[in-house]
């Protein structure tokens, strides 16, 4: 059987109002400081404000966290938002399972169109409840869609663009109380109140121990079954089972009572079987026990042979023929042999004292003199053969110490001096890894100087290189100059470039709008520009007299292609300089 999965902290408010302690799927509980005298055991839930854990309504903004507002248009309306440094509007308690919200401040003019209008932005709108005097009520399908229309609190609104006092009013939203709500609230609380009873029922019926398996019924035939079963060994347990439930029931009255007789003489005829049966087990016991025990002692002595061995080779005689790998590889093996020896004759003294405790004071009583002679004189070789065995524990361990303290001295010295070496080298080697960086970055700052030197002065010869041209070029114009000077005078006023004060004046206007574009100026863009100051100016008369200006005027071409033009620059200062 399967329900609908829903919060599980819904299911614990439910049983905390029903006043039983909410369990979860695993048994455990999910309040951990439930309270049963909180809850009502008639099984309907109190009428209460919203319980923490449903998981239907959103935790409250923090008052801390500032809220903005802004302008909500409508088709109809406008919403215009509250002042934000005025505090919230106040509202009422929340009731349980609110779905309806009490609107107030409406407009005179306003109608439900306009009200759904508003509305419906938060969510489906199930009914409209309007009233003459300028409120409603508006019940909503889900509780969240309350908190957006309470957003909503405090907004003025306006119908239209009218500014009339009857189409303006300020909203004021609150929590209603609904007899609905209420009804669909308590329904489901009792909802999840029975899927926590059925989860609960499911839980026990999962933890209950499995049921024993059903006896039959009492009769002369099961009857001479279940003896011929207690007959049987294998089957006896489950005969003895079934005669136990018979007679717990009740099943044995006068008619019967022969046959249940005979069927517990059966049983008691298996006492002698199960007595002999463990004093079988506890004689195979024993005897396992002094296998064991003569096993053990045969192991301790040939570990006493190895450790007497590792105890003769560790005399002065022959420990001085062994190298130090030898040594060390001897005392490493007589350590485990005597820590194997220790464990196991702890074992043996450990049964033994088991033994001692296990008889009784009857045997104790009949145990002869002999016997208390024999067990004081092995108690004694025992004791001998334990101080034997610590005796030569203690020779090695005190050998072993001292090879320790040579070893460590030895480590020491050859240590020190190395670890010292090895520090001042790698000091050594950290200096200089240092120093190397500092010249690298000295050498790439001074790179980068004579880098900025070099192209100082290739700007510095290519100027030199412009100046030599123009300054040549200055001179092959002297010396034509000065051999036309003999041609008569007339002639040299009619080579000057400028013939007329109407194209001086055109050279200055000209310098002037070419010296505000210092990045040039197509021929037609000058001549539009004269135009306005002239229109008999002529264009192939403004070009001819800026070519013959070489040193104010020079003319570039520019772009690539298709976008290729001549442009004119004014470079008069430059001119003068060579002039």
């Known amino acids: 059987m399967t329900l609908p999965m829903s919060d599980p902290t819904a299911w614990a408010t439910a049983m905390n109002n029903l006043g039983m302690a909410p369990l979860g799927i695993a048994g455990q509980p999910i309040l951990p400081d439930f309270d049963p005298a909180l809850g009502m055991m008639t099984g ?3 009428i209460t404000p919203m319980m923490p854990g449903l998981g239907i309504v959103p935790p409250p903004i923090p008052p801390d966290m500032p809220v903005v507002k802004e302008i909500i248009h409508c088709k109809s309306c406008t919403l215009f938002p509250p002042n934000p440094n005025l505090p919230p509007p106040a509202t009422r308690e929340r009731p349980p399972g609110c779905k309806t919200v009490f609107v107030g401040g ?5 109608t439900e169109q306009i009200i759904v209008e508003v509305f419906e932005q938060c969510g489906e709108i199930i009914a409209i409840r309007k009233s003459k005097k300028n409120f409603c009520h508006i019940r909503f399908a889900e509780e969240y869609m309350v908190d957006k229309a309470l957003y909503l609190s405090g907004y003025r609104i306006r119908l239209g663009s009218s500014t009339d006092k009857k189409d303006t009013g300020r909203l004021h939203v609150d929590f209603a109380q609904a007899r609905d709500d209420l009804y669909e609230w308590e329904c489901k609380q009792r909802m999840l109140a029975r899927e926590e009873r059925h989860r609960r029922r499911m839980e026990e019926e999962r933890l209950r121990p499995p049921s024993p398996p059903p006896v039959v019924h009492y009769s002369d035939h099961e009857c001479s079954i ?8 294998s089957k006896f347990s489950e005969a003895v089972q079934t005669l136990l439930t018979w007679i717990e029931r009740g099943e044995v009255n006068r008619r019967s009572a022969n046959n249940f007789y005979s069927m517990i ?3 008691n005829s298996h006492v002698r079987r199960l007595v002999n049966e463990k004093a079988a087990h ?4 024993e005897e396992a026990k002094e296998k064991f025990k003569q096993a053990l002692s045969g192991i301790l002595i040939q570990f006493e042979q190895i450790v007497a061995v590792y105890h003769s080779a560790s005399k002065q005689k022959a420990w001085d023929h062994f190298t130090k790998a030898q040594r060390k590889n001897i005392s490493v093996w007589c350590k485990q042999a005597e820590e194997i020896r220790n464990i196991h004759n702890d074992e043996l003294m450990g049964i033994r004292r088991e033994e001692e405790m296990e008889m009784s004071d009857d045997e104790i009583e009949e145990t002869t003199e002999t016997k208390e002679t024999e067990e004081s004189v092995s108690q ?3 004791l001998k053969e334990e101080n034997d065995s610590l005796r030569w524990q203690l020779d090695a361990y005190r050998n072993e110490v001292e090879l320790l303290k040579q070893e460590q001295g030895k480590a020491h010295r050859e240590d020190d001096p190395n670890r010292e070496q090895q520090l001042k080298l790698l000091q050594q080697a950290l200096q200089g890894m240092q120093q ?7 050498e790439y700052k001074r790179k980068e100087a004579e880098l900025e030197k070099i192209k100082d002065d290739k700007l510095q010869v290519e100027k030199m290189l412009e100046n030599l041209k123009e300054k040549e070029s200055c001179a092959s114009r002297l010396c034509a100059s000065s051999q036309d000077s003999d041609y008569p005078l007339e002639k040299t006023l009619n080579s000057c470039p400028i013939k007329s004060e109407r194209e001086a004046l055109l050279v200055g206007i000209i310098s002037t709008f070419l010296h505000v574009h210092p990045f040039g100026a197509s021929i037609e863009y000058i001549c539009s520009y004269l135009h306005r100051l002239d229109n008999k100016i002529c264009t192939s008369d403004v070009e001819g007299l800026m070519s013959r200006l070489q040193h104010t005027f020079k ?3 520019t772009g690539v292609g298709a976008s290729l033009e001549k442009r004119w620059k004014f470079c008069g200062f430059e001119g003068l300089k060579l002039t």
């Open 265 to 267: 003489q059966s049983a």
């Open 555 to 557: 003319q570039e071409m």
């Open 106 to 110: 409406l407009p005179e003019n306003g």
């Open 44 to 46: 309907i839930p109190p």
């Open 226 to 233: 279940v003896a011929e079963k207690l007959k049987d060994d």
């Open 282 to 285: 506890e004689k195979d016991m």
């Open 380 to 382: 004694a070789e025992a």
């Open 436 to 442: 190397h960086l500092l010249k690298v970055q000295e």
